[in-house]
């Protein structure tokens, strides 16, 4: 079925297209949740409820994005919800993660290099795991702004609108979050690591 | 701004450098700090391999099908929906 058709059948409430959609998209929907949440059980309630909540809002559809654009932005809407009724502990400081400089603007302290470029380090499992559990240890804040920006690819306009902030403090989050992932991750890439 | 950067400087500018977002004028400051400074150098190299690291992390998880107890889920909860 064509994109054309799809759009007519989802603003139609045809239900067997809410399936395809379901079926082409829905793993891919399901791990963008699962990223943003941690919970499996979650995840697939954020999924759910983001399905029906599109089929509310069908004839709004405008067709200006494409289907799994705006699926994926509900989606995305749809396990911010969940994090926000989550009864959640105060949020984790991030100081700690940044570097760190002397008065005179240097930095305190020497980098080693990483070993190997990322794409190949990334090609074994342990460290693609390793990296996805550093981006889960970061403060929600900041987490959820990396996820939003680098790894789901919305722009910062975009993010500063689900996130209810302004695109200057999604900047700020996302430069501070990509320096804290640095800071997680570098001790596990760094020369002498898988010595 | 002084035409000497320092790293915290550098720091502060790896975003918009990387995102190809630094004012020309701020940008042969910056291009001039990290050719003179290693230590910013390398810094820069693994903030844009942190940038791709997480990419790649996360990108290897979402090519499985929906579970079909989440389809059935969803399109139950769907059919209770008011068509109009």
Known sequence: ?195 | MTTRLTCREVSDFLMDYCGEALPSDVQGHFEAHVDACHNCKTFLVQYRETIVAGRLACGDDGVEDCPEDLIQAVMDALLKEPKA
């Open chain 1, 1 to 195: 079925m064509d994109e054309a058709a799809l759009i007519a059948g989802l603003k139609a409430g045809d239900n067997s297209v809410f399936e395809t959609l379901l079926r082409t998209y829905g793993g891919r929907l399901l791990a963008t949740a699962r990223r943003m949440l941690h919970n499996e059980e979650d995840a697939r309630d954020a999924v759910q409820d983001a399905f029906i909540n599109a089929f509310r809002a069908r004839e709004s559809f405008k067709g200006e994005a494409q289907i799994s654009t705006w699926l994926h932005s509900i989606v995305v809407n749809a396990a911010l919800m969940k994090l926000r009724t989550r009864r959640r502990k105060p949020e984790e400081p991030i100081e700690h993660y940044l570097p760190r400089y002397l008065p005179d603007g240097h930095h305190t302290e020497h980098f080693p290099s990483w070993t190997e470029p990322a794409d190949v380090a990334l090609s074994r499992k342990e460290t693609a795991a390793m990296v996805r559990s550093a981006i889960e240890d970061l403060p929600e804040t900041y987490r959820t702004v990396v996820l939003l920006r680098d790894i789901e690819g919305l722009s910062t306009d975009e993010t500063a609108k689900i996130v209810n902030t302004t695109p200057n403090a999604v900047k700020i989050r996302l430069h501070r979050g990509r320096l804290a992932l640095r800071t997680l991750i570098a001790p596990h890439l760094a020369s002498g690591a898988h010595a």
